[in-house]
């Protein structure tokens, strides 16, 4: 009976095994298109963005040490051999790794150490198993691969620049002729830092359909477990394929016994060594949340710099811009009825605490009064202007404006159609949600007295930006 029993499991087995591949792909059928385009889509706009700004970061570094290697000759032509004479063929080689095809790149990594992308890739590669069917789905897996391999380029780049921005500053740090070319290549090496931490937080944001895949794919009772051998934890863990379920190897990492014997070592043993372990600890807590207040995005000591950094140096264009809007009313006088100017803006962030910007108003006109409401079109206008912060929520704002308000010749002598506002005046900025803020506010115009007819000088405005 025992054979029989045996094929009774095995045939158990087997159905069970082609129960969850057809449970696995009617949940995978669930899961939108789009979703799948839209990854592909991300994926290959980082790539490409990684790409340009690594690429851009090797050939600015790798210029400033030409001329460092240049003047270095005049002055120690060993020290400059010694210093420079590898680092070209480095950034060579790291050029041409960005550019090759990712089944070509030497060395390229299953994970990439970026959570955001390695998650990703093990949904997808979850989702495709015996699943080969939808092409939109092996496209994104292959993006989301070749991303993969171009972050694991990026970390080798990463790491080859801080160790030549430090050794450069601890070889030539006191060389006068040098600090212009250092402090190029300190600025450089930080920026780039930053920016490849930025573009990858970016793309850790998920929207709304990437939720949504994600909510399907959870449901699926394998999902958790295939995320839980496959993810960049499980692999320290020794869960992946690659590891066996091994455990990993952890020779050179330092026991929590070890640490206690080495300060008994270094400090002796009772109250007065726990003391002054805890006292230190204490002192070194309190210097690290001063240095983490001061640069919050580094992710180590190696990357601080030694320069006042401009935050907005490492933001990309698009990034700088806000977009916003406000309106004001005016009373109605002899010439003009009540008049309401809504206005669009685009400012530029050109500092942390200033933005520059241009604007179009429109100028709708509401009649005499509530008895006597009437809609109509009563000119435009074109602005500029400027916002400083002051203090807090407080900031200073000027700006030179163009307004157009046609009104009848015959009515007023010397009327202009066209007039000039030069104003300047204080805004009080605040929240309104996570993603948009509102402002009022006060200017006065100082060219008010030249308008034929003549115009408020106060401007009440409030408004919102994004």
């Known amino acids: 009976m025992r054979p029989v029993y045996l094929i009774i499991t095995i045939l158990l087995g087997c159905a069970s095994i082609v129960s969850a591949q057809d449970s696995l792909l009617q949940k995978s059928k669930e899961i939108p298109q789009k979703y799948y385009s839209a990854v592909q889509h991300k994926a290959d706009a980082l790539n490409k963005q990684l790409t340009a700004r690594t690429e851009k970061a090797l050939s600015r570094l790798s210029k400033y040490e030409e001329k460092m290697k240049k003047k270095m ?29 990712t089944d070509k790149i ?27 069917k939808i092409p ?17 380029i990026l970390n080798e780049a990463k790491a080859f620049i801080q160790q030549r921005k430090q050794l450069l500053n601890a070889q030539l740090g006191k060389i006068p002729a040098l600090a212009g070319n250092l402090k190029g290549i300190n600025k450089e090496a930080y920026y780039y830092a930053q920016q490849v931490k ?11 359909i990437e939720k949504k895949a994600l909510e399907i794919a959870q449901k699926i009772p394998a999902y958790n477990d295939f995320m839980a051998k496959h993810s960049y934890l499980g692999s320290l863990l020794g869960n992946n394929l690659g590891g066996g379920g091994a455990t990993p190897n952890l020779e050179g990492l330092q026991t929590r016994a070890q640490v206690e014997q080495l300060i008994q070592q270094r400090l002796g ?63 109605n006088t002899s010439f003009y009825p009540t008049t309401s100017d809504i206005a669009g803006q685009i400012a530029y962030k050109f500092h942390k605490n200033g933005v520059a910007g241009v604007g179009m108003a429109y ?12 809609i ?12 400083w912060k002051l203090k807090n929520t407080f900031f200073l704002n000027g700006g030179y404006e163009q307004n157009y308000q046609p009104v009848h010749i015959n009515a007023v002598p010397n009327a202009e159609m066209w007039t000039s506002s030069a104003l300047l005046g204080i805004k009080k900025k605040y929240k309104v949600s996570a993603k948009m803020k509102g402002d009022v506010s006060l200017l006065f115009d100082f060219l008010y007295s030249s308008h034929v007819p003549r115009t408020d000088p106060i401007k009440l405005r409030m408004g919102y930006n994004f």
């Not at 970026?114 to 015996?130: A, C, E, R, Y």
């Open 73 to 101: 000759m005049k002055v120690d032509s060993s020290q400059a051999k010694a210093l420079f004479e590898n680092s070209q063929q480095k950034f060579a080689s790291l050029k041409d790794k960005l550019k090759a095809k």
């Open 106 to 132: 030497p060395g390229k990594n299953l994970l990439s150490n970026t959570p955001g992308v390695d998650s990703l890739f093990n949904t997808l590669s979850f989702l495709k198993q015996g699943n080969d």
């Open 136 to 152: 939109q789905l092996t496209n994104s897996l292959k993006s989301v691969t070749a991303l993969q391999d171009k972050l694991a």
């Open 198 to 208: 930025e573009l990858k937080e970016t793309f850790s944001d998920k929207k709304k």
């Open 269 to 331: 043993s009772g109250p007065n060594a726990s003391q002054a372990v805890s006292q230190s600890m204490a002192e070194a807590r309190a210097k690290m949340n001063e240095l983490k207040s001061k640069f919050p995005d580094l992710d180590n000591a190696g990357e601080m710099p030694n320069f006042k950094p401009n935050e907005m140096k490492s933001k990309r264009f698009l990034q700088r811009l806000e977009y916003g809007g406000n309106i004001q009313f005016a009373r």
């Open 363 to 374: 100028k709708l006109g509401l009649g005499q009064g509530f008895n006597k409401i009437a």
């Open 376 to 387: 109509s079109s009563e000119g435009l206008g074109l602005r500029s202007f400027v916002d």
